[in-house]
């Protein structure tokens, strides 16, 4: 794979996977949208409907990616790291890309940015926190557990991903079918499939306390376009937090692939 394949490949993938995901934290957030309140499961399944559709579309360029702690996780598994620095470049820029289109999806929701909400006084507009929209919040800001939480959920995703992909040079896993040359979809594809709803288990089981970021890009990017974006009383983008949401998932990357070259 060329540098310019890897990087379009990349930021194609993950535009589409912050459009899916960070999409569906709007449509069940924001006032006027026919999805508000549909709570986590919903959540959950918009993130993994995101892999699948992001994957799918980067594999042939990039092998799919989408996120440095998955790219580390590989790194760590076969030795080489020469083209680490463009899946991470391309990784980021996809992840802002998918942001803004988020943004201009959901722009006139974001444009009437206000609650009612009533009081002794009257009914007055109170603003909806966005934040949340682009970027993990935790529900208890605690750093050492919120650190762990991203570290355990992470090296839950790596884990198994790099068992489904079989790039070990020791042992052939299941294999991600998305090797140009193969037949039909660059293979049978069933392991990004299987990846996806990974992503919907790990949100279901593990997003609780954190909102499982799982991927610094996935976090990062979107939170530097919350903080430019001229969005009415959109609040904080909580730059306190943000560096949790990256270190954690670069340790569970980097400890998922350790684990998995070491036991297998």
Known sequence: MSNGDIFVGEMIGTAILIL???GVCAAVTLRFSKARAAGWVVIAFGWGFGVLAGAYTAAPLSGGHLNP???LGLAVDTGVWDKVWIYLLGQITGAMIGAVLCYL?????FRANVRQTGTTEGTVDEPVPTLGIFSTIP???NPVANLITEILATIALVLPLLALVG???HVEGIGIGLIPGQEGIYGSGIAILLVALLVVGIGLSLGGPTGYAINPARDLGPRIIHSVLPIQNKGTSDWGYSWIPVVGPLIGGLL???IYNAAF
């Open 69 to 71: 702690a998955v790219t």
């Open 105 to 109: 999806v959901y722009f006139a929701q």
């Open 20 to 22: 899916f995901g960070a």
């Open 139 to 141: 529900e208890i800001r």
């Open 167 to 169: 790039s070990n040079r």
């Open 256 to 258: 998922g692939g350790v």
